[in-house]
């Protein structure tokens, strides 16, 4: 890998790391009671989104549908079998007991995401047309409504929203 690739994709890295970030604080300036703080932060995170999108598509690791599913499923799986279980066991070796939790959630979810890209490989054309509900609290994807509580994370059923 030359130079400029892994720049790109150090760059990328970087920009998809505004971009969350800058999200995460138009939440907390809405909170606040400043909207145009909130809209400035939006709109530099779209701004970092062009640029993560362009490092990532120069770097060509944007491929076919198929290709890109592999890609996904081989990056859920590392997440829930290798990097979140190793996060599990040093916050709890640490005592950390609630990003402990949370990663064990996010675990459990990377493997439902795994699944899902799965599913959608297997045969992309016959994939139902479904809405996706996403569990605010934990992130746990349910295909169509979802009216129970999360299996994840038990968050009450007002906790999902449809992605759009």
Same mark, same amino acid.
């Given at each position: ?29 809405? $909170? ?49 079998? $290798? ?6 066991? #040093?916050?709890?070796? #640490?005592? #950390? ?31 139902? #047309? ?18 129970? $509580? ?15």
């Amino acid at each position: 890998m030359s130079k400029t690739h892994e720049n790109m994709m150090a760059a990328f890295a970087g920009e998809s790391q505004a971009n969350r970030k800058y999200l995460a604080f138009a939440r907390q300036a809405e $909170k606040e009671g400043l909207p145009q703080v909130a809209k400035l932060f939006r709109a530099a995170a779209e701004a970092e989104t062009i640029h993560a999108l362009a490092h990532l598509r120069n770097a060509g690791k944007i491929g076919s549908t198929a290709d890109n599913l592999k890609s996904a499923i081989e990056g859920e799986t590392y997440e829930f079998t $290798k990097m979140y279980p190793e996060m599990i066991t #040093e916050a709890e070796a #640490e005592g #950390e007991k609630v990003p402990g939790r949370y990663f064990g959630w996010a675990n459990a979810v990377e493997e439902v995401h795994a699944n899902l890209y799965k599913k959608a490989l297997a045969d992309p054309a016959a994939l139902p #047309e479904v809405d996706y509900y996403v569990c605010s609290v934990c992130g746990y994807t349910h295909e169509g409504p979802h009216d129970g $509580k999360c299996p994840v994370c038990n968050a009450a059923p007002s906790a999902f929203y449809k992605v759009d």
